[in-house]
């Protein structure tokens, strides 16, 4: 297992004014598509469904007696 302090992985960095495809076509977008782009990745990476009902939790903590 390869130590995380000592990894030999490069991080590239780059300005988003770059000719990039990618990076032009999110600056052409509106940002209610870029926020609806957002969700739906998240939704992917998560597996999220937003139309599952919220699981209700409930825990009742009693301190110390005085």
């Given at each position: 297992m390869p130590d995380p302090l000592?990894?030999?992985?490069?991080?590239?960095?780059?300005r988003a004014e770059t000719d990039?495809?990618?990076v032009n076509y999110?600056?052409?977008q509106t940002?209610?598509?870029r926020m609806l782009a957002q969700e739906h990745n998240r939704q992917v990476?998560?597996?999220?469904?937003?139309?599952?009902?919220i699981q209700r939790v409930?825990?009742?903590f009693r301190g110390p007696q005085s």
């Open positions: 000592h990894s030999t992985q490069k991080i590239e960095i780059f990039d495809e990618d999110w600056l052409a940002p209610e598509a990476m998560y597996d999220y469904d937003p139309t599952a009902p409930l825990e009742i």
